[in-house]
């Protein structure tokens, strides 16, 4: 069966220190992998897609970044974080156009 | 940029009471989706209705899509306490041309025993 893992669970980070999440995929191959971001009570911003290895879609500009190094495997990043990076960070997996799977959210806050 | 809209916001019942919320959306779609969320954790997906399709059932779900409306409303019948969570809606526009889910801004529902 296919699993989804995102760490770590929770991150404090100051202001301007680098970021690096991780995201990868188990039991299948070639899936469209999602980050997305929640702020507190709100609903998921789309931050990147991507649909293989080294082909990323960013939808909105900001200091983030995202890399497909390997089929399964998607990091979420940036050089140096804003307070307003704060938030939850979902990683999500489809094939083709079936449902998205999530992991279990990173809880990022930014002091 | 949302494409979906939920109301309510929140919604309070008693536990056996029915629960509806409306999603609201902008363009043209493939298909439209339903996830459940826990506090603090990932999103759940319930159900899928495709945009050939008004009607669909899974267990105590019932998911109306009504597309000349760009509307769409998930129904939980014989709600339990188990129930509380935030639901969002979620679209694939059909223009994207991509597998690109934009979410609702969600209903935090809460079932009272």
């Known amino acids: 069966s296919q699993t989804i893992h995102q760490w770590p669970a929770t991150l404090v980070q100051p202001v301007g220190s680098p970021l690096s999440l991780e995201c990868t995929v188990e039991g299948t191959s070639n899936p469209n992998l999602y980050w997305y971001r929640q702020a507190a009570g709100r609903g998921l911003q789309l931050l990147f897609y991507?649909?293989?290895?080294?082909?990323i879609s960013s939808e909105v500009p900001q200091n983030l970044s995202a890399s497909r190094p390997q089929d399964r495997q998607f990091i979420l990043s940036s050089k140096k974080l804003l307070l307003s990076d704060s938030g939850f960070y979902l990683c999500a997996w489809s094939i083709n156009n079936s449902p998205l799977h999530f992991g279990n959210g990173t809880r990022l806050t930014v002091t | 940029s949302q494409q979906g809209e939920e109301d309510p916001q929140a919604l309070s019942i008693q536990e056996g009471e029915n629960a509806t919320m409306n999603c609201s959306y902008k363009t043209s779609i493939n298909n439209l989706q339903w996830y459940r969320q826990n506090s603090g954790r990932g999103l759940v997906h319930l159900i899928l209705?495709?945009?050939?399709?008004r009607e669909k059932h899974s267990g105590r779900l019932r998911v109306t899509l009504d597309t000349s409306k760009k509307s769409s409303s998930l129904l939980i019948t014989a709600s339990r306490a188990a129930d509380t969570a935030s639901y969002f809606c979620?679209?694939?526009?059909?223009?994207?041309?991509?597998?690109?889910?934009?979410f609702g801004t969600g209903t935090r529902l809460k079932v009272l025993a």
């Open positions: 209705i495709r945009s050939n399709e």
């Open positions: 991507s649909v293989g290895i080294g082909q």
């Open positions: 979620a679209t694939d526009p059909s223009t994207s041309g991509t597998y690109k889910y934009i």
